[in-house]
């Protein structure tokens, strides 16, 4: 009788999936997916350039849409520019499949989110939408079975179906009071659980990365336990890196992520404060 429910489980999905996705393939990483169609295809209609370890599709000389990561780091940086050119929009399934990804910093330059972007980064825990990025589009965030958090700003304005499909797991959403984020967490229908964490105005102490209002070394020791990968007894990180107010406030040299050089900068603002 499981054996049959499973089967007939796995029907309904690809019934699922064949209605929502029309005929057009890409191919990522070896593997041929069918995604929804859209004004752009893949490298048969539009010339798709590689540099080192980005493809990009040229637009209009000066912006680019970045296609695929070629690489296999599992904490990836994607430059504001490649070639000179500004990254301006992910292309649908930018970063499918890309199963030991755990962490993305996308660039500020950022405008635009295609479907299916990040379907299938199975070891993906938490994603920051950069400020300025309009739409995300649907399935962005299909089969990211680890996925803890996802901070949208107020600059979204429209999300698309079943962002998080396939998902068993509940998602926080930090965004803004009055928000299209808050909106589209308000009116959520499916299986997994979205909750809303306004951070407007929130306030979050320099250095303080313990969060008990006071700056000191036990902050030091937070971080570089942090850095190292070490996790709470409930196995979510000890610093919330996809909380934006918590991030700058421990960003203490403002490359947009916790490093080894915030750990150092951090023992000397501690310094000059006794």
């Keep these: ?56 599709e040229n637009i209009d000389g000066k912006s680019i849409i970045f296609w695929e990561y070629l690489g296999s780091d599992t904490d990836v940086v994607i430059p504001e520019q490649i070639d000179g050119k500004t990254v301006t929009m992910l292309a649908r399934g930018a970063f499918y499949n890309k199963t030991n990804l755990k962490s993305i910093t996308l660039p500020k330059t950022l405008t635009y989110i295609k479907g299916c972007a990040f379907w299938g980064c199975t070891s993906l825990e938490s994603v920051v939408i950069p400020d300025g990025v309009s739409t995300i589009e649907e399935y962005a965030f299909t089969e990211c079975y680890n996925l803890k958090s996802v901070t949208i700003p107020k600059s979204v304005t429209s999300i698309g179906d079943r962002l998080f499909f396939l998902l068993n797991s509940d998602i926080t959403i930090y965004g803004y009071e009055g928000s299209y984020a808050q909106s589209y967490v308000n009116s959520y229908t499916d299986s997994n659980k979205l909750k809303f964490v306004a951070i407007d105005g929130k306030k979050v102490l320099k250095g303080d990365a313990n969060g008990d209002g006071i700056v000191n070394v036990s902050d030091v020791t937070s971080m570089q336990l942090h850095i190292a990968g070490s996790k709470n007894d409930d196995g979510m990180p000890i610093i919330d890196e996809s909380d934006k107010a918590v991030l700058e406030a421990l960003d203490l040299n403002g490359d947009g992520k916790l490093t080894v050089s915030d750990v150092t900068e951090l023992q000397m603002y501690i310094a000059t404060q006794n």
């Design 1 to 56: 009788m499981k054996k049959f429910k499973k089967a007939i489980t796995a029907i309904i999905v690809t019934a699922m999936l064949a209605s929502a996705f029309s005929a057009i393939p890409f191919t990522a990483n070896a593997v041929e997916v069918n995604v929804p169609k859209v004004s752009q295809s893949r490298d048969a209609v539009h010339s798709v350039v590689t540099s080192g370890d980005y493809r990009y």
